[in-house]
């Protein structure tokens, strides 16, 4: 018995040997996140299209890069163009998107529908009005509409409310839901700090 146990102790002791990492060879993959360099990082940075998880504008997380590349919050656009800084033929083009954003808030029912300003940014958004089905922001014009989202903030979203987008060419109307059934946007309100977010993107004509 006392054989087996010295034997597989021997063993044990040669098999980390063979899997420990020698003097001078690079650590495996992996470590600390502090450690890791994240790709694309830091300035001058070249990603590959497989660096960046494929082709074109989208990669990183899964097929989406950044909107910095699009120049829809003002990042380079250098790879959206073509010679001399033109569109491509069938692509976006240097500085084609325009980002939308905003914070909706009613301070009390009835007391109307407004964007935040002070601690929150509103991008080329305005509210035009609002009834019992509905609240209408216009923004400028545009060519092609990419997608607008709207989302309840923490006091709305555990009381049960939903919010949606329908989006054409210069206007958003936002329709309120609660509990799966359409809510009345004139009696909504959740307090003076409670908000519906709207983030979008569209093509600039």
Known sequence: MRRLRVAAAVAAVAVLATAAVGP??????GGTAAG??????????ERSPEERGG?????????????DDFGAVGGSTADQGGPGGLPRPGG??????RT???????????????????????????VAYADHQQIVLR???????VSVLCGPDETYAPLGYSCGASVSLDEIRVRLGRNGRPADPTATAAGRYANFWLLGLVERR
Request: aromatic content about 10%; cysteine-free; glycine content about 24%.
């Open 36 to 45: 890791r360099t994240v790709v694309g990082d830091g300035p001058g940075a």
């Open 92 to 97: 976006l083009g240097p500085g084609r998107l």
């Open 55 to 67: 082709s074109g504008p989208f990669g990183d997380f899964g097929g989406f890069g950044g909107f």
């Open 24 to 29: 001078g060879a690079p650590p495996p993959p």
């Open 139 to 145: 923004f400028p014009a545009a060519r092609r509409v």
């Open 100 to 126: 939308l954003a905003g914070v909706l808030r009613q301070d009390r029912p009835g007391s109307g529908w407004y964007l935040v300003g002070g601690a929150h940014l509103v991008l080329d958004l305005e």
